[in-house]
């Protein structure tokens, strides 16, 4: 079994040493790793608790079923960084109280609107998020080889997440220009919260 075939559309080259190289101002390497790590487990308990918001409506509708799927698997993800958070004594957060109300009512707003509404929401976060992963891992080195694997590996599964509210036509949802606007607006101004704070 091959045991690395994970996109690396932006990583090409083999970084050695994390955060290398460094310009001045730049985070040291540890610093530079314990905000990733934050900022992860903050998005994914997000991510989490907008597909929570979005079950409260659409659970037992159509598009239910694949709802719960695209759970599971942000729940999946969380289990990992609220591990990674503890071994390696990252302080979370503390603003994952916002997250939990804010994150919820964002999947259960746009639930409110439509199954087609609640799946430009799940493109616009998810569009964020690979983003967000893609650079994180051009981050990496070879010093960090295991969480640049994870890294990589949600980022696939973002994207698929991605690419199910795509083909659950989130793009025919009125007015999805502005709403994925607002959207991607919010998710980046909380990973930079989540990150600093
Ligand atoms: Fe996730
Ligand atoms: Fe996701």
């Known amino acids: ?10 990583t090409t080259r083999r970084r050695e040493t994390t955060g290398e190289p460094r310009l001045p101002g730049d985070l040291g390497r540890d610093a530079l790793v314990a905000r990733m790590i ?6 994914e ?3 989490r608790r907008i597909y929570e918001g979005q079950l409260a409506v659409l659970g037992n509708g159509p598009s239910g079923e694949t709802i719960r799927h695209m759970h599971e698997q ?3 993800h969380l289990e990992t960084f609220d591990a990674l958070l503890a071994e390696r004594r990252v302080r ?3 603003l994952q109280p ?7 009512a964002l999947g259960a707003a746009t639930a409110l609107m439509g199954e087609r509404a609640a799946m430009a929401c799940t493109v616009a976060v998810e569009e964020v998020i690979d983003d967000h992963y893609a650079r994180q891992a051009e981050q990496l ?8 694997e994870t890294i990589e590996e ?14 659950h036509e989130a793009e025919l949802t009125p007015g999805y220009p502005v709403l994925t606007g607002l959207i991607k607006a919010g998710s980046r101004a909380a990973i930079w919260l989540s990150e600093r704070i």
């Open 1 to 10: 079994m091959s045991a690395r075939k994970t996109t690396q559309r932006k």
């Open 38 to 43: 934050r900022v992860d487990q903050a998005g």
């Open 45 to 47: 308990y997000g991510a």
């Open 74 to 76: 942000e729940l999946r």
């Open 92 to 94: 979370p957060t503390a």
């Open 98 to 104: 916002l997250w939990h109300v804010a994150g919820f």
């Open 141 to 148: 080195g070879g010093d960090e080889a295991a969480l640049k």
């Open 154 to 167: 949600f980022r696939a599964t973002e994207a698929e997440h991605r690419d199910i509210g795509l083909e």
